[in-house]
């Protein structure tokens, strides 16, 4: 894994093939995942993935333009945020659309070193730290919306 301060990290991800098949749905349809990361790449593969799993996937290559989106009422089930963006970080892009009427989970997902303590002091509801197998994350997904 590779990382610069307050740009982001870059690193792989283990992402075994589950096929589609857990059928993420509700008597309303599927589930919204909003993912929010700097790197482009992160999020074309998790938008990918998570349509694998019959997510609906929106997303945003920068906090400022993903709490905008929110605020305007973009209303996802989930949100998966990075934390070290520039201009605004995950932290305080969370903060924001809480602000707005954001009351669903969301879940750091990030390569920062002290994942844990950010997550906590933010208000996350769950973190994974990058690199990760897609597994995982689809298990802080599935905690979190089992108690949403």
Request: proline letters at 5%; aromatic letters at 6%.
């Amino acid at each position: 894994m590779a990382g610069r301060p307050a740009v982001g990290s870059s690193g792989a991800l283990l992402a075994p093939w589950t096929g589609g098949i857990r059928g993420r749905q509700t008597m309303d349809g599927t589930r919204h995942v909003l993912v929010v990361d700097d790197e482009d790449d992160f999020v074309d593969m998790m938008r990918v993935l998570l349509e694998l799993e019959r997510f609906q996937v929106s997303s945003s290559s920068s906090a400022p333009s993903a709490v905008r989106r929110v605020c305007d009422g973009l209303a996802p089930d989930i949100v998966l945020l990075d934390f070290r963006m520039p201009v605004l970080d995950g932290g305080d892009a969370l903060r924001r659309m809480r602000s707005c009427g954001l009351s669903s989970p969301a879940i750091l997902v990030s390569g920062t070193r002290d994942i844990r303590d950010q997550a906590v002091l933010h208000g996350f509801d769950a973190w994974v730290q990058k690199p990760f197998d897609f597994g995982t994350l689809l298990g802080a997904i599935d905690h979190c919306l089992g108690s949403a």
